[in-house]
């Protein structure tokens, strides 16, 4: 599915992804955590709304984090380890899709990122001048460069879609296809994804169709909690080795 010079690596494993089919199966969080690199990093303003859907279960997960935050809050414009973005993700994913299988809870959770982008004054700015979810996902690059670092980011028209391209891709592939399907239904389109996921380089070409009107909405947005946090247990460090 390479759209470029290069091809994804011979060890790529092609996916493809629909809309309205979950995703089956668990996240081994501990092998995904050892294997991002430490100066992959993200922007406080993303770790805000886990502090608060943990409540005190934070309290919990503080002594698992490789950079805790200062008086446990964390600062929008900072930037804090990806790893421990991840640690809460994972948390709060499995508490508020408890019903769902983890691979899906991880890509629901993930939909609703582009309301956390779209709330800051950079995202009402970017927002306000796309017309399409080909403009989105063109913009994504430029985005994430913003807001994430560690990979590079790429992306650029293919045919009726766009493929992103991540070089590397390291984290719970989950997430970024949560993302990207949140962008697509942030325009009330429907997004399908075609994935060659592979060690140095993961493509992921999305395309669009309209939204079936007799069909239910899909909204990207994160539910209530579903169980108190303290009822989970709790989490294994999955600290890398100092």
């Known amino acids: 599915m390479s759209t470029g010079g290069e091809r994804p690596s011979a060890a790529a494993r092609h996916i493809s992804v629909r809309c309205r089919e979950p995703l089956r199966g668990d996240v081994a969080i501990a092998q995904v955590l050892a294997e991002i690199p430490d100066d992959h990093a993200l922007k406080g303003m993303f770790f805000r709304r886990y502090v608060d859907a943990l409540g005190a279960e934070l309290d919990v997960l503080l002594p698992t984090l490789d950079a805790p935050p200062r008086l446990g809050r964390y600062m929008p414009f900072s ?53 399409d979810p080909a403009a989105a996902l063109l913009k994504y690059p430029e985005s994430f460069g913003v807001l994430a670092f560690g990979p590079k980011v790429r992306a650029e028209r293919a045919g009726e879609g766009v493929c992103v391209v991540f070089e590397p891709y390291r984290g719970a592939l989950e997430y970024a296809i949560g993302v990207l399907e949140g962008l697509v239904l942030a325009f009330d389109q429907e997004p399908a994804l075609e994935i060659e996921h592979g060690d140095a380089r993961t493509e992921l070409l999305v395309t669009w169709s309209t939204h079936d009107a007799g069909a239910p909405s899909i909204r990207p947005s994160m539910p209530p909690p579903s169980m108190p946090p303290s009822s989970a247990g709790r989490p294994p460090s999955s600290r890398k080795p100092r």
């Open 79 to 131: 930037t804090y380890p990806l790893a421990d973005y991840l640690r809460l993700f994972d948390r709060v994913a499995r508490s508020r899709y408890a019903g769902f299988g983890v691979r899906e809870a991880y890509r629901m959770l993930a939909r609703s990122e582009v309301e956390v982008f779209v709330a800051s004054t950079l995202g009402r700015v970017t927002f306000s001048l796309l017309q």
